[in-house]
Structures are given as structure tokens and as C-alpha cells.
């Protein structure tokens, strides 16, 4: 309890002075409400805060959520011969990582004539080819989402015909390596054109070549 207001001889009121006890009550009093007031501050500023984007309902079935802007689409493969430049040999680098670190030696049969291979398939269009291929197939099928029978569908679809062509007796590689004991590397020359590409490119040469109407030949 306060103490009594007694008048100075001036008629000046003298000031409250409280116990020490009561004193320290307040403080402790005032201290919480300080706290409180803050945590109600931090409350505020939450609710205050523009929400976070919720996860869509429809996530696990591939659809954005409502609203909300649709998940990027993964780049597509393209296949390696439509590649130029730096891109392509960047594909052919980890192609080829593929090839010599996984494919050779676990599928990589002995080299003979029935089954011949090349130190330089890099350089056969239509090998590289037939390896990317492959390669985009085994990614697709190593995939969970693939199933358990992923893998064994990629060797049943896939790696047999791909082997069955690539080193074919008489494929592209077959002017190339049947030994290991002789490394050997020769490019297969393709079919001509055919006679209507023959005679479009001719006539298409001479009308590039032949003076306008009114230019003297002369």
C-alpha cells in the first residue's frame, strides 16, 4: 500500500515513495507486459507476411496447384546427329564415357569376324547413332518411375537389336576391326543419290549459271 500524502510546509505535495517490495512487483509486471506486447509485435508481422505458395493437391498426379504457375517442362532429347558444334561434342564426350565405362565392358563381346567393333566408332554416323539411342533408352528405362521390369524391357527392346546392328558381320563396322591383334578403321561408302536428286541439283546448277535475258553473253 502507498504511502500517505502529507503537504510540504510550501503546499507542495510530496511524492509516492513505495516499499521496495511493491516496487519490485511492478517491475517484474511491466517486464511481462513488455514481453508480451513484443511477441504479439512478431504475431502481427507474421500474419502480415504474404503466405507461402501451399503445395498443390494434385502434385503426385503431375498438375500444377491452382493458380500457380505450371512446373517447367524437362529439356527434350534430341537425337546427337541433329546436334552442331560444341553442343554435339559435348553429347559425344559423355556419350562415349557411357560406351567405354559401362556398355563395352559388360556387353562389349569378343571382337572377330562375326562380331567386329571399331577404336574409332566416334567417326561412323550411323554407329553413333544407334548408341545414343541406346543411351537416351537405358535413362529412360534405369528410372523408377520405369517399374521393377524397366531394365529388362530395355534389354529385350533395346540393347539386342541395337548389338544385332551395330556389329552385324556385314554392318557398318564390318571393314573396320575383326581382330584385336588388327586395329583397323574404314569408312563404308553409302549409295549415291538417287537420279531425281541428281537431276534436281543439275538443274538447279544450270539455272544458277546461265545469264540473265537481258545480259549480253558476250
Same mark, same amino acid.
Given at each position: ?47 502480415? @507476411?504474404?503466405?507461402?505458395? @501451399?503445395?498443390?493437391?494434385? @502434385? &503426385? ?16 532429347? %534430341? ?8 553442343? %554435339?561434342?559435348?553429347? *559425344? ?7 567405354? $565405362? ?23 554416323? $550411323?554407329?553413333?547413332?544407334? *548408341?545414343?539411342?541406346?543411351? *537416351? ?18 534389354? +529385350? ?7 544385332? @546392328? ?15 591383334? +588388327?586395329?583397323?578403321? +574404314? ?8 537420279? %531425281? ?7 538447279? &546448277? ?13
Amino acid at each position: 500500500m502507498s504511502e500517505s500524502v502529507e503537504p510540504s510546509e510550501c503546499g507542495e505535495l510530496e511524492p509516492v515513495r513505495i516499499p521496495d517490495p511493491h516496487l519490485e512487483g511492478i517491475e517484474a509486471s511491466v517486464r511481462r507486459l513488455m514481453e508480451q506486447s513484443a511477441q504479439h509485435a512478431q504475431q502481427l508481422d507474421h500474419l502480415a @507476411a504474404a503466405p507461402a505458395p @501451399a503445395g498443390s493437391p494434385f @502434385a &503426385a498426379f503431375g498438375m500444377p496447384g491452382l493458380g500457380g504457375p505450371p512446373p517447367a517442362a524437362p529439356p527434350e532429347p %534430341r537425337p546427337i546427329l541433329e546436334l552442331d558444334g560444341e553442343e %554435339r561434342e559435348d553429347e *559425344l564426350d559423355a556419350l562415349s564415357d557411357w560406351v567405354d $565405362d559401362f556398355f563395352l565392358p559388360v556387353y562389349g563381346a569378343e571382337v572377330t569376324t562375326a562380331a567386329p567393333w571399331c577404336l574409332q566408332w566416334q567417326e561412323h554416323d $550411323d554407329v553413333v547413332a544407334w *548408341l545414343h539411342a541406346l543411351w *537416351l533408352a537405358y535413362q529412360q528405362h534405369k528410372d523408377p518411375e520405369a517399374g521393377l521390369s524397366g531394365l529388362f524391357v530395355w534389354h +529385350r527392346d533395346f540393347l539386342t537389336h541395337a548389338i544385332a @546392328a551395330i556389329r552385324a558381320p556385314g554392318g557398318p563396322l564390318s571393314a573396320c576391326m575383326t581382330s584385336p591383334e +588388327r586395329p583397323a578403321h +574404314r569408312l563404308l561408302p553409302g549409295p549415291p543419290p538417287s537420279t %531425281r536428286t541428281e537431276m534436281a541439283t543439275a538443274s538447279a &546448277a544450270e539455272a544458277a549459271g546461265s545469264p540473265e535475258p537481258d545480259e549480253p553473253t558476250s
